[in-house]
C-alpha cells in the first residue's frame, strides 16, 4: 500500500473516529483535516517510486516535548530490520530529529493541539523520511516570537540535515508544510 494511500485510510479513520473537534487541524474542524490529508496524499501520490520501495510507514503523533524522540525512536526501529549500515541508521535518526524539532518550532503542530505526521519508506537503495506539519505558526500580538532577530540560534538544522543526507527539501500546500531527505544506502558487500 502506498503512502498516500495509508495517508487517506488515516484521514477517514480519523474524521470518523473524533467527530467534530473544532481546530484541530486548519483552520476549522474535520473537513479541514480530511482536505489537508487528502492534498497531501495527492502530493505524495506524484512523487511515489513504487517500482523500488520494499516497505513504508505512516505515523500520526501530538505535537509536543515528546515527539522527537518518539519520531527518533519510530525511524530507528523502522529501518533497523532492513538491516542498514549504522552510518544510514544515525543519519536517519539525527536527520528525522531535526525535521520534528523544526516542525515543534516553527509551525501550528507545536502549539495545543497540534499534530504531525512522519512518513518513512525504505527501498533497496534509498531511505526516504517526510515529516508534515500543520504549517506556519499562529502568532500572539504579544509573542516576541515574529521577528526573530538573535539568528545565531536558529538554521542549523537544516545544515544538519545537508550534511547527513543525500538530498533533502519542502513543500507546503495551503495548511500543510512538509520536510524530507533522502539517504542512499551503500551496503559494503
Known sequence: ??????????????????????????HGGPEDS???IE?????????????A??????WSCVGNLTAVRS?????????ERFEPPQHVLDDAELASSELATNALLHSRSGQTGGVMTLFIRSGRDRVR?????????????????????DNDDYGRGKLIIESCTTCSGEYWT???HVAWF????????
Open 182 to 189: 533522502e539517504i542512499d544506502i551503500h551496503r559494503a558487500e
Open 39 to 51: 492534498t497531501e496524499a495527492t502530493a505524495l501520490e506524484a512523487s511515489e517510486d513504487t517500482g
Open 53 to 58: 520501495a520494499t516497505d513504508h510507514t505512516v
Open 129 to 149: 523520511v517526510a515529516v508534515a506539519d500543520q504549517g506556519e505558526k499562529n502568532q500572539a500580538p504579544d509573542s516576541g516570537d515574529a521577528g526573530r532577530t
Open 71 to 79: 519520531i527518533r525512536a519510530r525511524v530507528r526501529e523502522f529501518l
Open 34 to 36: 480530511a482536505e489537508a
Open 174 to 176: 495551503d495548511t500543510t
Open 1 to 26: 500500500m502506498s503512502d498516500s494511500q495509508r495517508l487517506r485510510e488515516h484521514a477517514a479513520a480519523d474524521t470518523v473516529a473524533a467527530g467534530p473537534r473544532p481546530g484541530s487541524y486548519g
